[in-house]
């Protein structure tokens, strides 16, 4: 019973411990919400893993076609092409915002969301985060072809 008390004492005194440690990190962080600066190059391609321009080369049909059964499994539950669902058209998406951005958000898109103007307007469109899908960056350049591919043809590879 000692015992018990004991290591119950231990653990209290380690959450209030830990909890001490986190408070600057907090401040640090509600400060960055306050006032977020972004770059020019995050403003117009976003902000995440893809930090310089990033050429992915002519749209290479094999690649749309990985894209589009990625695209399948891990967006349509959100995403139509041509109409607002539970997330915005994606159909010509390629057409409005530049690949490493598209990229960004794919891979990021909390902080995408939270930080970006483009994010934060369509969440107040949208009303939902979109969460992160478990895509690598091979997958979001594969999608990004899906995409082009329909921007370009009209054709949805899936069908
Ligand atoms: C659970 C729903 C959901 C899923 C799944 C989802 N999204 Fe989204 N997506 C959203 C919502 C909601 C927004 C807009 C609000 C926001 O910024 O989070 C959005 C925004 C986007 C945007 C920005 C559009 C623009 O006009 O700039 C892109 C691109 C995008 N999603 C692509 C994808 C891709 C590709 C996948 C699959 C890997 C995917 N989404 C999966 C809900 C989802």
Known sequence: MQQVTRILLLLIISVVYAGCGN?????????????????????EHGIGPVTERLDIGDLDVERARRGADIFDRRCTACHRMDRRFVGPPVGDVTEVRSHEFIINFILNPEEMTNRHPVGQELLQDYM??????????????????FLRYYAETGEDLRD
């Open 23 to 43: 408070g600057e990190e907090r401040e640090t962080e509600a400060t960055r919400d306050e006032a977020p600066e972004l770059t020019e190059f995050e403003l």
């Open 128 to 145: 939902t985060i979109m969460p992160y899908q478990n895509v690598s960056k091979e997958q979001a350049i594969e999608i990004v072809d």
